[in-house]
């Protein structure tokens, strides 16, 4: 069974305000293009596939026109698309019926009275088990498990074994996510990869925008990544997976299929930090033609100019580039010194970092065990806010 896994398009987004439907039409062709010319057998979409829960009914047109696209570039493959944390489960399920007449599947809400839901037969090729993002809260007890000894008991040609899941897996690698912890990222408690049961033999991840493996020893739990940057501080490159199992009880033979953007997000300078004086200089000096999204990271001592903002707008007004924010962080002072925090580096500080700060201003311990009572706090807050 070959399977082009991707996840986390974030279809409407908007940078800045600036929209993206240029760039997402881009990769969406190119993503196309991928398919016609490998020819897998399934095309997973694991989660996140709007940005909102409330996209525009032009970006909703975006997305199935794509999919009739990818169904005419290889009218045998399997299609199937979970819904993800910033999607809208309900929204999921409406056409579910009719999509079946293209081997579309979608998968919007968990199926408790009926697991078969989740369950899609690939004749001769394997098994997919489609679970949707839902809160572990309203997950069923031993509800993966349950769903692979149900796929074990069918399974009695050997196949393939493929199982999906949007959520955060304890250990990943979650660089690019802005106020991820090893706790939560994107809102999303991570979770014991035991909590995700046994017996697959690929385990489809979405939700975590860099590409990876996540350790297990069996080389076969995977982020695929989003095939386009959300943020700034996804500096890495973007890609989808292809993957291919002969036999259950394989190890997943992968490789990555690089997405191109036509507007990329840069950060100037690339490395470190700049004075507005410099960094002003790099915009200034930024090639014409290049289309591109800008950040600036500024050094300052105490505050910006007040009218930063408006001269680097004005320093782009020729140039395919736009610039977007300037990231500005004050200068390392003495340790005992106490210190104001930019609205950047505010909305950057976990919520314990700013615990411990304020403890050691005021000459109180924040041990260890502070730390995980204050994690725990925090923890029990999001569960009341999300019950409301």
Same mark, same amino acid.
């Given at each position: 069974?070959?399977?082009?896994?991707?996840?986390?398009?974030?279809?409407?987004?908007?940078?800045?305000?600036?929209?993206?439907?240029?760039?997402?039409?881009?990769?969406?062709?190119?993503?196309?293009?991928?398919?016609?010319?490998?020819?897998?057998?399934?095309?997973?979409?694991? +989660?996140?596939?709007?940005? @909102?829960?409330?996209?525009?009914?032009? #970006?909703?047109? $975006?997305?199935?026109?794509? *999919?009739? &696209?990818?169904?005419?570039?290889?009218?045998?493959?399997?299609?199937?698309?979970?819904?993800?944390?910033?999607?809208?489960?309900?929204?999921?399920?409406?056409?579910?019926?009719?999509?079946?007449?293209?081997?579309?599947?979608?998968?919007?809400?968990?199926?408790?009275?009926?697991?078969?839901?989740?369950?899609?037969?690939?004749?001769?090729?394997?098994?997919?088990?489609?679970?949707?993002?839902?809160?572990?809260?309203?997950?069923?007890?031993?509800?993966?498990?349950?769903?692979?000894?149900?796929?074990?008991?069918?399974?009695?040609?050997?196949?393939?074994?493929?199982?999906?899941?949007?959520?955060?897996?304890?250990?990943?690698?979650?660089? +690019?996510?802005?106020?991820? @912890?090893?706790?939560?990222?994107?809102? #999303?408690?991570? $979770?014991?990869?035991?909590? *995700?049961? &046994?017996?697959?033999?690929?385990?489809?991840?979405?939700?975590?925008?860099?590409?990876?493996?996540?350790?297990?020893?069996?080389?076969?739990?995977?982020?695929?990544?989003?095939?386009?940057?959300?943020?700034?501080?996804?500096?890495?490159?973007?890609?989808?997976?292809?993957?291919?199992?002969?036999?259950?009880?394989?190890?997943?033979?992968?490789?990555?299929?690089?997405?191109?953007?036509?507007?990329?997000?840069?950060?100037?300078?690339?490395?470190?930090?700049?004075?507005?004086?410099?960094?002003?200089?790099?915009?200034?000096?930024?090639?014409?033609?290049?289309?591109?999204?800008?950040?600036?990271?500024?050094?300052?001592?105490?505050?910006?100019?007040?009218?930063?903002?408006?001269?680097?707008?004005?320093?782009?007004?020729?140039?395919?580039?736009?610039?977007? *924010?300037?990231?500005?962080?004050?200068?390392?002072?003495?340790?005992?010194?106490?210190?104001?925090?930019?609205?950047?580096?505010?909305?950057?500080?976990?919520?314990?970092?700013?615990?411990?700060?304020?403890?050691?201003?005021?000459?109180?311990?924040?041990?260890?065990?502070?730390?995980?009572?204050?994690?725990?706090?925090?923890?029990?807050?999001?569960?009341?806010?999300?019950?409301?």
């Amino acid at each position: 069974m070959k399977i082009l896994h991707t996840s986390d398009w974030h279809l409407g987004h908007t940078l800045y305000n600036y929209d993206r439907t240029k760039e997402q039409k881009d990769m969406i062709i190119q993503m196309t293009e991928i398919i016609r010319r490998e020819k897998p057998d399934v095309f997973l979409l694991c +989660g996140d596939v709007y940005h @909102t829960s409330q996209p525009s009914a032009a #970006i909703q047109r $975006l997305f199935t026109n794509s *999919l009739v &696209e990818m169904h005419n570039a290889n009218p045998d493959m399997t299609i199937i698309i979970t819904s993800g944390n910033h999607d809208s489960a309900s929204k999921h399920e409406i056409f579910s019926t009719p999509w079946k007449a293209l081997n579309v599947h979608t998968i919007g809400v968990i199926n408790r009275e009926n697991i078969d839901e989740h369950i899609i037969f690939i004749p001769g090729k394997g098994y997919v088990i489609a679970v949707p993002y839902s809160h572990e809260r309203n997950i069923p007890k031993g509800f993966f498990q349950c769903l692979l000894d149900c796929v074990r008991k069918k399974n009695t040609d050997n196949l393939p074994v493929v199982m999906t899941a949007h959520t955060t897996v304890r250990g990943c690698d979650f660089t +690019g996510h802005e106020q991820g @912890t090893e706790y939560t990222v994107g809102g #999303i408690d991570s $979770l014991d990869l035991a909590q *995700l049961g &046994e017996g697959y033999d690929y385990l489809a991840l979405g939700h975590i925008h860099h590409e990876q493996f996540v350790h297990t020893g069996r080389h076969n739990v995977r982020y695929c990544g989003s095939p386009l940057a959300v943020s700034f501080d996804e500096q890495y490159p973007h890609s989808v997976s292809m993957i291919e199992l002969s036999r259950h009880g394989d190890i997943p033979q992968c490789s990555k299929i690089d997405i191109n953007n036509i507007m990329p997000l840069v950060t100037l300078p690339t490395k470190g930090m700049a004075t507005w004086e410099e960094a002003k200089d790099l915009l200034s000096h930024f090639p014409d033609d290049i289309p591109a999204y800008i950040r600036l990271n500024v050094e300052i001592d105490d505050f910006l100019p007040a009218e930063a903002n408006a001269e680097a707008n004005a320093l782009t007004n020729d140039k395919a580039c736009r610039f977007c *924010l300037i990231n500005a962080k004050r200068k390392k002072r003495d340790v005992n010194e106490s210190r104001s925090l930019t609205i950047q580096e505010f909305q950057s500080e976990r919520p314990v970092d700013i615990a411990r700060r304020y403890a050691e201003d005021m000459n109180m311990t924040f041990d260890e065990e502070m730390e995980q009572l204050f994690n725990e706090t925090v923890r029990i807050m999001n569960d009341e806010a999300y019950n409301d």
